[in-house]
């Protein structure tokens, strides 16, 4: 007979995040300054049913038609969030632009000893159009600016409560001796935050007052400590573990686009973009890839998604079977 699923969830989110922010006019520069909190909390509860027993496929969508009605899962979840961060910014004689962020951030996903952690990142541009060199020999060149930057950012993106040592009943299909059996997940009480290294280089131009804007782009983002699902042998009793990988992955690459405003007019504008990336992806380092259980599938130089496979040798003319 047939048979349905149904879930019933409810979410809800609030933010805070107060900010003070501080300008002013020094010398022939201007400096902007700001810091802010914020506080972030996620509630989540759900609940999931199975219905079986239906006595006919054209009632399936309701649930009171169900001849059994068992429930096959519930929960509910809290996150929390919260920061604290700075910015300090200025720019002198509209050519030199110097840029720095710190942040701490924290969150409940992590235990006690691991809750926080700090980022920061660090910029500076120059736009050399604004030099008189340039506007006295180059006037058909409106725009061009250099920048570079630096900086970290990190990432609590796993479930919740993954460092306690949870519980989880199973519901009535599997029970003993007419009693709800439970089942726990592999706790990680050292979970830490995930960090990633970015570094970016830019060149920008325009001509004929901006009609014309091209711009090039090189990144580099190194992450480590990167919090995924570690598969485990199904003898341990799990299959996996949340925990933060030894492994370092980076992604780099260069982008470009063009933008022409072909025509401006009161009545009539067309404007043109292009853009292309060119994106590669690598594992630069894995110290304990030799032992793990990833020691067939992820090799160090390589990008992460490419895959090693047996080539065809022929027939073995002795046995008759493929090589």
Same mark, same amino acid.
Do not use: C, M
């Given at each position: 007979?047939?048979s349905s699923r149904f879930?019933?969830?409810?979410?809800?989110?609030?933010?805070?995040?107060?900010?003070?922010?501080?300008?002013?006019?020094?010398?022939?520069?201007?400096?902007?300054?700001?810091?802010?909190?914020?506080?972030?909390?996620?509630?989540?509860?759900?609940?999931?049913?199975?219905?079986?027993?239906?006595?006919?496929?054209?009632?399936?969508?309701?649930?009171?038609?169900?001849?059994?009605?068992?429930?096959?899962?519930?929960?509910?979840?809290?996150?929390?969030?919260?920061?604290?961060?700075?910015?300090?910014?200025?720019?002198?004689?509209?050519?030199?632009?110097?840029?720095?962020?710190?942040?701490?951030?924290?969150?409940?996903?992590?235990?006690?000893?691991?809750?926080?952690?700090?980022?920061?990142?660090?910029?500076?541009?120059?736009?050399?159009?604004?030099?008189?060199?340039?506007?006295?020999?180059?006037?058909?060149?409106?725009?061009?600016? /250099?920048?570079?930057?630096?900086?970290? +950012?990190? *990432?609590?993106?796993?479930?919740? %409560?993954?460092?306690?040592? @949870?519980? #989880?009943?199973?519901?009535?299909?599997?029970?003993?001796?007419?009693?709800?059996?439970?089942?726990?997940?592999?706790p990680n009480p050292n979970?830490?935050?995930?960090?990633?290294?970015?570094?970016?280089?830019?060149?920008?131009l325009g001509f004929l007052?901006?009609?014309?804007?091209?711009?090039?782009?090189?990144?580099?983002?190194?992450?480590?400590?990167?919090?995924?699902?570690?598969?485990?042998?199904?003898?341990?009793?799990?299959?996996?573990?949340?925990?933060?990988?030894?492994?370092?992955?980076?992604?780099?690459?260069?982008?470009?686009?063009?933008?022409?405003?072909?025509?401006?007019?009161?009545?009539?504008?067309?404007?043109?973009?292009?853009?292309?990336?060119?994106?590669?992806?690598?594992? /630069?380092?894995?110290?304990?890839?030799? +032992?793990? *259980?990833?020691?067939?599938?992820? %090799?160090?130089?390589?990008? @992460?998604? #490419?895959?090693?496979?047996?080539?065809?040798?022929?027939?073995?003319?002795?046995?008759?079977?493929?090589?």
């Amino acid at each position: 007979k047939g048979s349905s699923r149904f879930s019933n969830g409810y979410s809800s989110s609030w933010t805070i995040e107060p900010k003070l922010t501080y300008n002013s006019v020094i010398s022939k520069g201007k400096l902007e300054a700001y810091l802010g909190a914020t506080y972030q909390r996620d509630n989540t509860n759900y609940q999931g049913f199975n219905a079986t027993q239906y006595g006919s496929d054209q009632v399936l969508t309701y649930i009171q038609a169900a001849g059994n009605v068992a429930l096959s899962g519930a929960g509910i979840s809290q996150r929390r969030y919260g920061a604290l961060f700075g910015h300090a910014g200025y720019i002198w004689d509209d050519k030199y632009v110097i840029n720095a962020n710190a942040r701490r951030d924290g969150s409940s996903r992590f235990g006690a000893n691991n809750l926080f952690s700090d980022f920061w990142s660090v910029a500076g541009a120059w736009i050399f159009t604004q030099e008189k060199l340039i506007k006295d020999n180059l006037p058909w060149l409106s725009f061009g600016k /250099v920048n570079l930057s630096y900086g970290t +950012t990190g *990432s609590d993106g796993i479930g919740d %409560y993954a460092f306690l040592n @949870i519980y #989880r009943p199973q519901g009535s299909r599997y029970t003993y001796q007419g009693q709800t059996t439970y089942v726990n997940g592999l706790p990680n009480p050292n979970l830490q935050w995930e960090e990633t290294r970015k570094i970016n280089a830019g060149f920008s131009l325009g001509f004929l007052k901006d009609r014309i804007v091209t711009r090039a782009d090189y990144y580099r983002n190194r992450s480590s400590n990167q919090l995924l699902s570690y598969d485990l042998p199904p003898v341990t009793g799990n299959t996996n573990i949340v925990q933060n990988f030894p492994a370092t992955v980076q992604n780099s690459g260069w982008e470009f686009t063009l933008s022409v405003k072909a025509v401006q007019s009161q009545t009539f504008q067309w404007n043109s973009n292009f853009n292309i990336s060119l994106n590669r992806n690598k594992l /630069v380092s894995f110290p304990t890839l030799a +032992t793990s *259980s990833y020691a067939t599938t992820y %090799y160090v130089g390589q990008p @992460i998604d #490419r895959y090693y496979i047996y080539g065809y040798a022929g027939v073995n003319p002795q046995t008759g079977l493929y090589q």
